[in-house]
T-cell receptor, first 114, second 115 residues
Framework: DVKVTQSSRYLVKRTGEKVFLECVQD?????MFWYRQDPGLGLRLIYF???????EKGDIPEGYSVSREKKERFSLILESASTNQTSMYLCASSPGTGKVDTQYFGPGTRLTVL | AQSVTQLDSQVPVFEEAPVELRCNYS??????LFWYVQYPNQGLQLLLK??????LVESINGFEAEFNKSQTSFHLRKPSVHISDTAEYFCAVKHGSGNTGKLIFGQGTTLQVKP
C-alpha cells in the first residue's frame, strides 16, 4: 500500500513564526502536492512538484514556499505565519506515469496560528 | 476554466435509506472525474473514478456514480447507507490536458447517517 506521512497531526504556532510542514511518501512517486482544506471551500492547491527540485504554483501560493530536495520528501514552508493560514494542510502524491493518476493523501496537519 | 460544484454542503439521511450526492462540472477538455471520501480525522481516499468506457462506475463498498455528459454531472449514489458511510465526500475533475496529475476539487458534501 502507498503510504504518505505528514510530520505532525496538530501544530500550534505564533504569528510571524517560520513553519515547516513535512511530507514523505514511500512509493517512488514523481508528483507531490500540498493542499489546504477549509470548510465550504474544499481543497485548494498551494504548490505541486513533478520532479526533484521542480515545483509549480497552484491556485493559492501566496505566503507559502516549498522544497523538494529528495524524491520522497516535499516540504511546505510558511515564511511568516499569519492567522489566516490557520487551516488543515493535506499532502498527496501520485505516480506521474499516466495521463490520469490517482492521488494518495496523508492524514493531514491541522495548523493553528495564534 | 474548469470547475466542480457540489450542490449540497450537508446531506443528513437515516441508516438504510438511499442517498445521492450531487456533483456538476465544467470542462472544455476530455473529462476524467473522481470521487474521494474523507472519514473523520483521516486523509482523503479514492472512492471511484471515471476515465472512459462505461458511464456507470462502482466502488467496492456499494457506491456508484454515473457520468452524464449532456448534464455535465457525476452524481454519487448508494441504495442503502450505513452508519460507517458518515464522512465528507469530494468530487474532483482532472485539471487540463497535460500529465501533471493535478485535480480540481469541489467544496465537499458531508454525509451524516443517522441511526
Amino acid at each position: 500500500d502507498v503510504k504518505v506521512t505528514q510530520s505532525s497531526r496538530y501544530l500550534v504556532k505564533r504569528t510571524g513564526e517560520k513553519v515547516f510542514l513535512e511530507c514523505v511518501q514511500d512509493m517512488d512517486h514523481e508528483n507531490m502536492f500540498w493542499y489546504r482544506q477549509d470548510p465550504g471551500l474544499g481543497l485548494r492547491l498551494i504548490y505541486f512538484s513533478y520532479d526533484v527540485k521542480m515545483k509549480e504554483k497552484g491556485d493559492i501560493p501566496e505566503g507559502y514556499s516549498v522544497s523538494r530536495e529528495k524524491k520522497e520528501r516535499f516540504s511546505l514552508i510558511l515564511e511568516s505565519a499569519s492567522t489566516n493560514q490557520t487551516s488543515m494542510y493535506l499532502c498527496a502524491s501520485s505516480p506521474g506515469t499516466g495521463k490520469v493518476d490517482t492521488q494518495y493523501f496523508g492524514p493531514g496537519t491541522r495548523l493553528t496560528v495564534l | 476554466a474548469q470547475s466542480v460544484t457540489q450542490l449540497d454542503s450537508q446531506v443528513p439521511v437515516f441508516e438504510e435509506a438511499p442517498v445521492e450526492l450531487r456533483c456538476n462540472y465544467s470542462s472544455s477538455v476530455s473529462v476524467y472525474l473522481f470521487w474521494y471520501v474523507q472519514y473523520p480525522n483521516q486523509g482523503l481516499q479514492l472512492l471511484l473514478k471515471y476515465l472512459s468506457g462505461s458511464t456507470l462506475v462502482e466502488s467496492i463498498n456499494g457506491f456508484e456514480a454515473e457520468f452524464n455528459k449532456s448534464q455535465t454531472s457525476f452524481h454519487l449514489r448508494k441504495p442503502s447507507v450505513h452508519i460507517s458511510d458518515t464522512a465528507e465526500y469530494f468530487c474532483a475533475v482532472k485539471h487540463g490536458s497535460g500529465n501533471t496529475g493535478k485535480l480540481i476539487f469541489g467544496q465537499g458534501t458531508t454525509l451524516q447517517v443517522k441511526p
